[in-house]
């Protein structure tokens, strides 16, 4: 397994729509432990392919609180896709790594149903809600090239990736 280097924002590798997997092979099986091991690292509970460059429907989550002891739970997804959606809705103070130290409130529906491939190529579905539901929004979001900024005003979005854009250039951030 290898750490990979996760893509910081502004930029245009996040926002591409990427490319569905025809299936599950060895080399998918590898990028989903990698971004596994780079998620875990960094650390997150939700990382998507493409902010580690690759722009294929790959994500994984992992929403174990390991600093209360709780036992590792990852999820390893190819080409996810949402089945169902709840009406009701939940706001959730949202963050990514690949817009570091940045948060914002975002409403999502709170339960979603999601269809996709496990790392074996097996077609499964699972039913989420609370903070499991908005990572698996937010990851799918990403396959679309979606930030979880591009859910709030276009003066709270400019103002973070200006603050990230100013960060990259004095050399804060690890960016590629
Ligand atoms: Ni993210």
Known sequence: MAILPIIVAPDPRLKVVSRPVDKVDAAVARLMDDMLETMYDAPGIGLAAPQVGVPTCVIVVDIARKDKGEAPK????????????????KSWDEGCLSLPEHYADVIRPSRAAVRYLDEN???????????LAVCLQHEMDHLDG??????????????????LRK??????????
């Not at 190529?121 to 903070?131: T, Y």
Request: glycine fraction near 4%; aromatic fraction near 2%; charge should be positive.
């Open 121 to 131: 190529n097996k077609r499964r579905e699972i039913e989420a809600d609370g903070v």
């Open 167 to 176: 960060a990259k250039k004095l050399g804060m951030l690890a960016a590629e």
């Open 74 to 89: 990852p999820l390893k997804m190819a080409n996810p896709q949402l089945v169902a959606t709840s009406e009701e809705l």
């Open 146 to 163: 979606i930030l979880f900024v591009d859910h709030v005003t276009a003066l709270k979005r400019n103002m973070i990736l200006r603050k």
